[in-house]
C-alpha cells in the first residue's frame, strides 16, 4: 500500500471509520480504476484474454524469426569471408600459376 493511501485510512480511522471498511473501500477503488484503465485499453471485453494470448505468440514468432534470420545473416557474411580468405590465400601463394 503507498504511503498517501496508508495515511489517508490512517486518518480516516481517527476519525471514526474502521479499517476492515476502509481497506474494502480502497480494495474496491482499485479493481474499479482497473477495469476502467482495461476498458480504456480496449481489452474490457470477454475476449480480451484470447487477445492478448494470440499477440504474445505473434510476438514470440516474430522474435523466433528475428533470431533466426540474424544467425542466418551471421553464417552467410562468416562464410563470405572464410570465402574471401580462402582466394586471398590462393592469389598469395600463386595458385593462378599451378592453374595453367
Known amino acids: 500500500m503507498s504511503a ?3 495515511e489517508l485510512m490512517r486518518q480516516a480511522e481517527e476519525d471514526g471509520a474502521s479499517l476492515p471498511v ?3 473501500i480502497a480494495e474496491e477503488a482499485g479493481e474499479l480504476s482497473a477495469a476502467r484503465a482495461l476498458e480504456r485499453l480496449g481489452l474490457g471485453d470477454r475476449g480480451a484474454a484470447k487477445d492478448m494470448a494470440e499477440l504474445r505468440e505473434l510476438l ?3 522474435r523466433d524469426a528475428k533470431r533466426s534470420a540474424t544467425r542466418a545473416a551471421i553464417g552467410w557474411v562468416t562464410r563470405l569471408a572464410a ?3 580462402l582466394v586471398g590465400l590462393a592469389v598469395k601463394l600463386g595458385f593462378w600459376g599451378w592453374v595453367r
Do not use: D, F, K, T
Open 4 to 6: 498517501v493511501l496508508a
Open 60 to 62: 514470440a514468432a516474430w
Open 22 to 24: 476502509l481497506r474494502a
Open 83 to 85: 570465402a574471401l580468405l
